[in-house]
């Protein structure tokens, strides 16, 4: 891997701050305690400055859980997680990860973070996180203040905060982390890290049980034990994040110096990855989870909109809804029983099935191909009714298939298409190959499990009933955001072609954040378009489907 940065793709853009108006806290989850960032909103606020940088060091070399840093919690890669949640902060103007991992890399480049080349000696199992974070910085020119005579121009600012996020934690608030950096950029502690509180009683097993006692408490005396609400809570560190004054950090070259602070975060968010079981468990929270976090973070954009007169598109207060993310994508591959048909066949006196599809879902399909979305349908079923159907629609079909992954690679290549630029539609077991390729793994709601646990979206509308017409609306919003965004980043980069040599960096800068708003982040942290986008379709929620009609026998 080469040692030169990439350009980043959505790295700290200033325009965030605009796409973004105002900061401040997502609200707390069930009554989550700790102070919230509260820097933005009311009338006329401006937005914070994003000075703070954070980094995300992830080397691929995991021996407890292999592949752990590109492992999928509902449906997005652990590495891409914490860029989603970084680029969502309202303090934090750049998203860097550290690795040495080509696959984690090319994960963290899609996500929108830049990428450091992490040398192989700070990379190994007995390297330090704090080795990294060291390493990035002096890569990313932003170790000390006192050199800022000698930097060019052209230069990123320097960071007053660095953020240090750990992938293994799949659940991070973006408030929680502007509230931490707020604190270090205040002077009021030098490092605020997460931890969750607990009124837990903690034993420990005594390795000289001489006197009979084979456990001993640690944080009380067994003998008095007062009730939780008599007690003040003590907090557990989750390593989710810390946020560190950078020249102390520098100085220090560990993660805990000079005062320090706790910033509280909902138990619900503190899970840490380190094996198969903690995985599981993230996979099976994942849906509840990022519901609420995508509700707080819409409640919040409401709140504030509300406080400075402003309204969202179509005229709604932003809604707490993340039924509508962002699929923006440059193909959709579908299953076919179970997605086109409610999964069910009628059978005649002949032996001859029949199978039930939806005209909305052809209405779907035809919209895609008209604004050039290729559409494929990849089948396990011989019988010919798919092909039929398929050549009705007018898309590709592949069927008879024993593995979907396979195949679906191999239509990627030959198209030209990244498979994380991909939309899967699924229902079953069999899909789940094809799911752990793609970008966009969706799901119907009455999907098995195993895919369910796979689904980045889970649709509203069933197999054979509009699932596939959702699915288009999606990608097809996602599409004219795009346009629209695109609209903006000229307009922007011809502005700063004007400017100044620094205006010019800026600009540029700028032009990359707006491009990045077009771009998908995970439903738990929408952007502002994706914002506008959920307002303007709860506004006005799409019509219900036709009746499903029967596709012709074989």
Not at 16 to 42: F, I, M, Y
Not at 91 to 99: D, E, H, L, Q
Not at 220 to 234: C, L, S, T, V
Not at 518 to 546: D, F, V, Y
Request: hydrophobic letters at 45%; glycine letters at 10%.
């Amino acid at each position: 891997m080469s040692t030169d940065l990439t350009e980043a793709t959505a790295a700290g853009a200033s325009a965030r701050g605009l796409a973004r108006n105002g900061a401040g806290g997502s609200g707390d989850l069930a009554g989550a305690p700790g102070d919230r960032a509260t820097t933005g909103g009311g009338s006329g606020g401006d937005a914070p400055a994003r000075t703070a940088v954070a980094i995300v060091p992830a080397r691929g070399g995991s021996q407890g859980l292999p592949g752990k840093n590109v492992a999928r919690v509902g449906g997005v890669p652990l590495v891409a997680r914490a860029v989603h949640a970084a680029l969502a902060a309202e303090r934090i103007g750049r998203v860097v990860v550290t690795t040495d991992d080509d696959e984690i890399a090319d994960v963290a480049r899609a996500a929108g973070a830049e990428v450091v080349a992490r040398p192989a000696e700070l990379a190994n199992a007995t390297a330090s996180s704090e080795s990294a974070l060291l390493h990035a910085l002096e890569v990313l020119d932003l170790v000390s203040p006192s050199a800022a005579a000698s930097r060019s121009p052209q230069a990123p600012a320097l960071a007053h905060v660095t953020v240090f996020i750990q992938a293994t934690s799949p659940f991070i608030d973006p408030a929680d982390l502007d509230a931490a950096v707020s604190r270090v950029e205040r002077g009021e502690r030098d490092v605020v890290f997460a931890a969750t509180p607990t009124h837990g009683f903690l034993w420990r097993e005594r390795a000289d049980d001489a006197d009979g006692a084979s456990a001993v408490g640690v944080n009380h005396d067994p003998g008095n034990r007062p009730r939780r609400q008599d007690r003040a809570p003590e907090y557990l560190e989750t390593g989710a994040f810390y946020a560190l004054r950078t020249d102390g950090f520098t100085a220090a070259r560990h993660r805990f110096f000079g005062r320090t602070g706790i910033q509280p975060v909902h138990p619900d968010l503190a899970i840490e990855i380190d094996d198969a079981a903690d995985l599981a468990r993230a996979r099976a929270l994942a849906p509840r989870i990022d519901r609420r976090l995508a509700g707080a973070l819409a409640a919040a954009q409401a709140a504030r909109a509300a406080g400075s007169g402003a309204t969202a598109a179509g005229g709604a207060a932003w809604p707490a809804d993340p039924r509508h993310p962002f699929i923006d994508v440059d193909a959709v591959v579908t299953d076919f029983d179970g997605v086109h048909t409610d999964d069910t066949a009628g059978l005649d006196e002949l032996g001859r099935e029949s199978v039930r599809v939806s005209r909305a879902d052809g209405a779907g399909v035809a919209r895609l191909r008209d604004a050039g979305i290729p559409v494929l349908i990849l089948s396990a079923e011989a019988n010919p009714v798919v092909s039929r159907r398929a050549e009705k629609l007018g898309v590709g079909c592949v069927q008879g298939l024993a593995d979907k992954g396979t195949a679906l690679r191999e239509w990627a290549a030959t198209r030209g298409i990244r498979l994380d630029r991909i939309a899967y539609l699924g229902n079953d077991r069999g899909d789940i190959p094809a799911l752990d390729l793609v970008g966009w793994p969706v799901a119907v709601p009455d999907a098995a499990p195993e895919a369910l646990a796979r689904a980045r979206h889970v649709l509203q509308r069933h197999g054979g009933h509009g699932a596939v017409r959702e699915l288009a609306e999606l990608v097809l919003a996602a599409r004219e955001a795009g346009a629209v965004a695109a609209t903006a980043t000229r307009g922007g980069a011809a502005h700063g072609a004007a400017a100044s040599v620094d205006d010019d960096w800026r600009g540029e800068r700028d032009a990359r954040a707006a491009a990045r708003e077009a771009r998908e982040l995970e439903p738990a942290h929408p952007t502002r378009l994706q914002r506008e986008a959920i307002a303007a379709a709860s506004a006005h929620p799409p019509a219900a489907p036709p009746a499903p009609e029967p596709a012709p026998a074989p």
